[in-house]
């Protein structure tokens, strides 16, 4: 599958989708710290982007170091495993109604999703050495 306009508009409509979860969850319930949901699902994908910059072959190890591409992977999996957690304890402590917990999730999967599916379909293709 190539990937062309219709991609990029149907990213768009999920990647709108899920951002509307997340407001959503905050607007019905006058609550807006699910909120904080979304950003940690936009910041999760930078430690891969800026690890995977420093990975590779060098002039001074010609063999791949792949050390950075695993610190990367670590970090992002963090700020995921915590950004389905948070709501999880948000709601656990009655500090958002459970309904928004798992719209907030929800929405921030599809945010998270959309950005993994986006990297993927778009991503250059890898040099071969």
Do not use: Q
């Amino acid at each position: 599958m190539t990937a062309g306009l219709k991609t990029v508009i149907f990213l768009s409509f999920v990647l709108a989708l899920g951002f509307l979860l997340v407001i959503l969850s905050c607007a019905l319930w006058s609550n807006w710290l699910p909120l904080v949901v979304a950003v940690t699902f936009l910041l999760a994908p930078l430690p891969n982007s800026i690890c995977s910059r420093c990975a590779g072959a060098d002039d001074y190890a010609p063999e791949y170091n792949s050390g950075y591409l695993d610190f990367g992977h670590f970090l992002t999996s963090i700020i995921v495993v915590s950004a389905f957690s948070l709501p999880l304890i948000l709601a656990h402590t009655e500090l958002i109604a459970p309904a928004a917990c798992w719209m907030s999730m929800s929405g921030g999967a599809l945010v998270y999703g959309t950005i993994l599916v986006f990297s993927g379909v778009f991503a250059p293709p890898a040099d071969d050495y």
